[in-house]
């Protein structure tokens, strides 16, 4: 207003109506509701009467931080994003995966989540339990710890009267030893009369029935634990089943880089009925969603581990203005404790 000092009457008026204008105007953008478009992808957004979820809940709470109004509007994921890059609206949620290639077009808050990829496969119901590799890997070595063991023995105690000095049957007879003391039967029937084999014996014990118990742990797991129909350990195992997912996400571009035969779906509630009419080895998604579904299904199975690693976030149209605002209610919410109250809920 230092335009009114030392000028005319007219001036002053001209002045005042400048300002009175120009502050309306300012008041009118700013009280715009933001336009917010959402995209269906439990927990993060659950279409129904009303929109909820993880991303709903969170962003109800950083909007009453920033003090703006908004309106939710649901769309396709990609349309989602793209209605953020070209303008048409001002902010994008629901579990949105930051990338390299998202981050050349859009802005992104601090992330308000860790993100990767999850498989899921059907629970295997055969009644022979279906060992995982680890335990025929165990499996192995246990042979491998009892060949050494009963070779051992044999040289040190073949020529004694509890062992044949002939190399068959005289090992075998030294397996066996080996499988009674490693599983602490203990019959009794070899004895080793050697210090030599007395020292092996020792050492056997001290080692083998250890592994043992490890191993045939391991076993048991698998026997009586749920186990995947089409286990996932490596990307190899990714490329030999057909995997589902939902189409234009993160998850679908990263499998059609590793090459995988991959079946794309409007989202993962129809990838799950494809699972079980047997379209599908495996589904694929966000972590955060994989464990969603297999809450809601107890036919599904987590398996693998997380794939790519990566954070989630909020998307906004580039040199976004809101996100200075946005990064600091996050940072509040997340020192005060609410983003995990929210997260508890819904995780």
Same mark, same amino acid.
């Given at each position: 207003?230092?335009?009114?000092?030392?000028?005319?009457?007219?001036?002053?008026?001209?002045?005042?109506?400048?300002?009175?204008?120009?502050?309306?105007?300012?008041?009118?953008?700013?009280?715009?509701?933001?336009?917010?478009?959402?995209?269906?992808?439990?927990?993060?957004?659950?279409?129904?009467?009303?929109?909820?979820?993880?991303?709903?809940?969170?962003?109800?709470?950083?909007?009453?931080?920033?003090?703006?109004?908004?309106?939710?509007?649901?769309?396709?994921?990609?349309?989602?994003?793209?209605?953020?890059?070209?303008?048409?609206?001002?902010?994008?949620?629901?579990?949105?995966?930051?990338?390299?290639?998202?981050?050349r077009n859009l802005d992104f808050t601090h992330p308000i989540?860790?993100?990767?990829?999850?498989?899921?496969?059907?629970?295997?119901?055969?009644?022979?339990?279906?060992?995982?590799?680890?335990?025929?890997?165990?499996?192995?070595?246990?042979?491998?710890?009892?060949?050494?063991?009963?070779? @051992?023995?044999?040289? !040190?105690?073949? =020529?004694?009267?509890? #062992?044949?000095? /002939?190399?068959?049957? +005289?090992? *075998?007879?030294? $397996?066996?030893?080996? @499988?009674?003391?490693? !599983?602490?039967? =203990?019959?009794?029937? #070899?004895?080793? /009369?050697?210090?030599? +084999?007395? *020292?092996?014996? $020792?050492?056997?014990? @001290?080692?083998?029935?250890?592994?043992? =118990?490890?191993?045939?742990?391991?076993?048991?797991?698998?026997?009586?634990?749920?186990?995947?129909?089409?286990?996932?350990?490596?990307?190899?195992?990714?490329?030999?089943?057909?995997?589902?997912?939902?189409?234009?996400?993160?998850?679908?571009?990263?499998?059609?880089?590793?090459?995988?035969?991959?079946?794309?779906?409007?989202?993962?509630?129809?990838?799950?009925?494809?699972?079980?009419?047997?379209?599908?080895?495996?589904?694929?998604?966000?972590?955060?969603?994989?464990?969603?579904?297999?809450?809601?299904?107890?036919?599904?199975?987590?398996?693998?581990?997380?794939?790519?690693?990566?954070?989630?976030?909020?998307?906004?149209?580039?040199?976004?203005?809101?996100?200075?605002?946005?990064?600091?209610?996050?940072?509040?919410?997340?020192?005060?404790?609410?983003?995990?109250?929210?997260?508890?809920?819904?995780?």
């Open positions: 207003m230092s335009c009114l000092r030392g000028s005319s009457k007219f001036i002053r008026r001209v002045c005042v109506v400048i300002c009175v204008i120009t502050a309306g105007v300012g008041q009118q953008v700013y009280a715009e509701p933001l336009r917010v478009v959402v995209s269906e992808l439990p927990p993060c957004v659950i279409a129904g009467d009303e929109l909820t979820g993880y991303s709903i809940e969170l962003w109800r709470n950083l909007a009453s931080e920033i003090a703006r109004e908004y309106v939710l509007e649901l769309m396709d994921f990609a349309a989602k994003l793209n209605a953020v890059q070209e303008g048409r609206a001002d902010v994008a949620i629901g579990c949105v995966s930051i990338s390299e290639e998202r981050e989540a860790l993100g990767g990829f999850r498989a899921a496969s059907l629970v295997e119901d055969s009644v022979i339990p279906n060992f995982g590799d680890d335990s025929l890997k165990m499996l192995l070595v246990l042979l491998l710890f009892v060949l050494f063991f009963a070779h @051992l023995m044999w040289w !040190s105690e073949h =020529g004694q009267a509890t #062992i044949n000095d /002939r190399y068959f049957p +005289g090992v *075998l007879e030294s $397996v066996w030893f080996s @499988l009674v003391t490693m !599983s602490t039967v =203990g019959y009794g029937d #070899i004895t080793p /009369r050697k210090w030599l +084999g007395r *020292l092996s014996a $020792v050492l056997l014990i @001290l080692t083998g029935v250890t592994a043992f =118990g490890v191993i045939f742990g391991q076993f048991a797991a698998d026997a009586i634990g749920s186990r995947a129909q089409n286990p996932v350990e490596s990307i190899a195992d990714l490329r030999k089943y057909t995997v589902g997912t939902k189409r234009d996400t993160v998850t679908s571009e990263y499998l059609s880089t590793l090459g995988v035969n991959t079946v794309h779906f409007q989202n993962l509630s129809e990838s799950v009925l494809a699972l079980r009419e047997g379209e599908l080895d495996v589904i694929m998604h966000d972590a955060l969603a994989i464990s969603h579904e297999i809450q809601r299904n107890p036919d599904l199975i987590e398996t693998g581990p997380m794939f790519a690693p990566h954070y989630i976030g909020i998307a906004l149209q580039p040199s976004s203005s809101l996100r200075e605002a946005l990064n600091r209610a996050i940072l509040k919410m997340a020192a005060d404790g609410r983003s995990q109250l929210i997260k508890d809920r819904w995780f």
